[in-house]
């Protein structure tokens, strides 16, 4: 398995997955939920232990709990 380089947005995290269908997946969600994920750049605090893992089955390096609570995650992506 290869490492990826670690994204800077939460929607450039969803986007490491062919598509907001298989993020859901990954992580334990519903479609709608994922889209909104990505649309908001934020992730609920409860999908993180799911978020890291998937993350980690990809080979995405540095996706924890602590980039997730970041400030590219808290501003969302409207700067």
Partial sequence: ???VSLP???S???DRWQSI???AAGVGCGYEAARQMRRRGRIAPQRWPH???ASRGLGIAGVGHEWLA???ASLGEAA
């Fill in 1 to 3: 398995m290869s490492v």
């Fill in 8 to 10: 800077t947005t939460i």
């Fill in 12 to 14: 450039g995290l969803v």
């Fill in 21 to 23: 269908g298989a993020f």
């Fill in 51 to 53: 978020v890291v893992a």
């Fill in 70 to 72: 970041g400030p590219c």
